[in-house]
């Protein structure tokens, strides 16, 4: 489920279907009976076009649940403002280009029942219906994907289990702002932000580190983009852990968040 949360309202996709709960400002109308497409990239007022859900997930999270399950094109336009933070709407009688600098959290189910790798429940998917449901995403969009997880369901017996604590959101949040604050002042703006030729000059790696990314290129198929975000990835866990130096830890762990990488090769 998506709630992305603006100033004047609530945005809610679920299934690749989309709701609208109206929030402040209650004179601003949408047709929900337009297309998914129209009202996630923009919608075409005849002469006054008005900005999507990427738009208003700008500075933002833009959470989309069921990804496979949206319609192929609207999956298409968030590569453009993935890649350069901005959407262009073109109609017959103008252009209009609206900022779209969102965090992308996207989820699936690994297949059509949602229970391929279940310990607990047999999948039903033929294999072929699996390739299909997976092939749903492509794998330009899947490459501007910084963080492919695999998250595995919780054991029943863990369910119940009141001393499973992890870290204190406080406590993650500080980590985080101090690592944002050592890329502020080392380089000007935040790693995600980097050019190849400014990600170059901040990672400096070792001979074993340079070996173990060729390896993952071979492996993996990455193109020159997966390469670099893995770069990003490493850079940003070197600096969580406050160090000035990437090292091979830190290489692995981020070769370890593509994870979709090897559907695509």
């Not at 699936?108 to 294999?127: A, H, R, T, V, W």
């Not at 899947?142 to 119940?160: M, N, S």
């Not at 997966?226 to 762990?253: F, P, W």
Request: charged share 30%; proline share 3%; hydrophobic share 40%.
């Amino acid at each position: 489920m998506l709630f992305i949360s603006t100033n004047s309202w609530i945005i809610d996709i679920f299934y690749g279907r989309l709701s609208l709960i109206l929030g402040i400002v209650s004179n601003k109308v949408i047709d929900l009976y337009r297309s998914i497409l129209a009202l996630i990239v923009g919608i075409d007022r005849g002469s006054n076009p008005m900005p999507g859900e990427i738009s208003l997930a700008h500075n933002g999270v833009l959470f989309l649940d069921e990804l496979p399950e949206f319609d192929r094109k609207v999956l298409e336009v968030l590569r453009e403002p993935l890649e350069t933070g901005i959407v262009n709407i073109s109609r017959a009688k103008c252009q209009v280009e609206y900022p779209a600098n969102f965090q992308l959290i996207a989820a699936m189910n690994p297949c059509p029942c949602g229970y391929l790798g279940s310990q607990y429940k047999e999948c039903s998917d033929s294999i072929q219906s699996i390739r299909r449901y997976q092939s749903k995403l492509s794998g330009p969009l899947l490459d501007r994907i910084d963080l492919q997880v695999e998250v595995l369901e919780l054991a029943k017996e863990d369910l119940t289990n009141q001393e499973l604590r992890g870290e204190k959101s406080s406590i993650i949040r500080e980590r985080v702002k101090k690592a944002r604050d050592i890329q502020i002042t080392r380089q000007g703006k935040i790693n995600s932000m980097l050019t190849s030729k400014e990600l170059d000059e901040v990672c400096d790696l070792d001979e074993e580190s340079k070996k173990m990314l060729t390896l993952a290129i071979e492996k993996l198929g990455l193109s020159a983009r997966g390469y670099y975000k893995i770069l990003k990835v490493a850079r940003t866990i070197a600096d969580l852990s406050g160090c000035k130096k990437i090292e091979k830890l830190a290489i692995q762990e981020a070769i370890g968040y593509r994870k979709m990488d090897k559907f695509f090769k």
